[in-house]
Nanobody, 124 residues
Framework: QLQLVESGGGLVQPGGSLRLSCDAS????????MAWFRRAPGKERQGIAC???????YYADSVKGRFTISRDNAKKMVFLQMSSLKPEDTAVYYC??????????????????WGQGTQVTVSS
């Protein structure tokens, strides 16, 4: 049974916006950082955003200023608001549990029990 369920992907034109959601209701996320990763065609999975238990946020340079990660502990949800989307943002997006309260080293310190991901395609 998947512990993380991503949704909200789709086809969007360049410059458009999407909001991804991650349902984390199957476990307690209050005490861990959460992150979003993506896997573009032909590339390895890459960490792009992380939010700590205190809601400190961190972003990869490729999405900084365009994406915003947030969390709602009461609803057990994690979100990724994406704007000014580019064709190079096309990927399958996954959320992940981080093995710490903080985001330090989040691109490697993650739980490898992935959800099914949600496809984002940016194209005109």
């Amino acid at each position: 049974q998947l512990q993380l369920v991503e949704s909200g992907g789709g086809l969007v034109q360049p410059g458009g916006s999407l909001r991804l959601s991650c349902d984390a209701s199957k476990f307690t996320m209050t005490n861990i950082a959460m992150a979003w990763f993506r896997r573009a065609p032909g590339k390895e999975r890459q960490g792009i955003a992380c939010i700590s238990t205190l809601s400190n946020t961190y972003y990869a340079d490729s999405v900084k200023g365009r994406f915003t990660i947030s969390r709602d502990n009461a609803k057990k949800m994690v979100f990724l608001q994406m704007s000014s989307l580019k064709p190079e943002d096309t990927a399958v997006y996954y959320c992940a549990k981080i093995r710490d309260r903080w985001c330090t080293g989040y691109t490697t310190n993650y739980d490898r029990n992935w959800g099914q991901g949600t496809q984002v395609t940016v194209s005109s």
